[in-house]
């Protein structure tokens, strides 16, 4: 059974950084494009970063030049850089595959950008 935990998150002034991690522990990590998600209380879950297996990265436009991801296949380590981030960027962030069913989701971490 693979499990996702994510960790990093935290409060955060407009303009600062913060660098998330997800490890998955029991898969084929390294098999998987993996993807970064945020979500807002009453609204869906956006997909906000992919990286696929070979290490091409795609992005949401709100976060486009700001967001890295990257991943360590050795640590089964998926990472987003968030850089200049803006109060619209608070949500909660999760990790998880992208080809077939999601692995079971983690329980997240609490990205709040405010004064």
């Known amino acids: 059974q693979v499990q996702l935990v994510e960790s990093g998150g935290g409060l955060v002034q407009p303009g600062g950084s913060l660098r998330l991690s997800c490890t998955a522990s029991?898969?084929?990590?390294?098999?998987?494009?993996m993807t970064w998600y945020r979500q807002v209380p009453g609204k869906q879950r956006e997909r906000v970063a992919l990286?696929?297996?070979?290490?091409?990265?795609n992005y949401v436009d709100s976060v486009k030049g700001r967001f890295t991801i990257s991943r360590d296949n050795a640590k089964n380590t998926v990472s987003l850089q968030m850089n200049s981030l803006k109060p619209e960027d608070t949500a909660v962030y999760y990790c998880?595959?992208?080809?077939?069913?999601?692995?079971?989701w983690g329980q997240g971490t609490q990205v709040t950008v405010s004064s």
């Open positions: 998880n595959r992208v080809a077939g069913l999601p692995w079971p």
């Open positions: 029991g898969s084929n990590f390294r098999m998987y494009a």
């Open positions: 990286i696929s297996s070979g290490g091409s990265t």
